[in-house]
Nanobody, 115 residues
């Protein structure tokens, strides 16, 4: 069983930055892909950014150019650098990793952007 743990959420003003780390303490694995989903109040969960085992990246249009996803395979860690944050980025952010055919989710971390 792989446990993913997110951190780094919090309250930030519009235009500010946050960096979300995601780690898997005590686990060693090779993920097919890892990503960050987010769910805003009253909205469906969406995939915000993802990175494959070949380092190909994906960003939803609304974060393109502002967010950067990266991974450190040696540390089994994933990061999301979020710049120029907007109030509409307010959501719970979830780290997810696909290992084989199984998806593993973190517990989520709240990001709140004030206007």
């Amino acid at each position: 069983q792989v446990q993913l743990v997110e951190a780094g959420g919090g309250l930030v003003q519009a235009g500010g930055s946050l960096r979300l780390p995601c780690a898997a303490p005590g686990s060693t694995f090779s993920a097919v892909f890892m990503g960050w989903y987010r769910q805003a109040p009253g909205k469906q969960r969406e995939l915000g950014a993802a990175i494959s085992s070949e380092s190909s990246t994906y960003y939803v249009d609304s974060v393109q150019g502002r967010f950067t996803i990266s991974s450190d395979n040696a540390k089994n860690s994933l990061y999301l650098q979020m710049n120029s944050l907007k109030p509409e980025d307010t959501a719970v952010y979830y780290c997810v990793g696909r290992i084989g055919v199984q998806d593993y989710w973190g517990q989520g971390t709240q990001v709140t952007v004030s206007s």
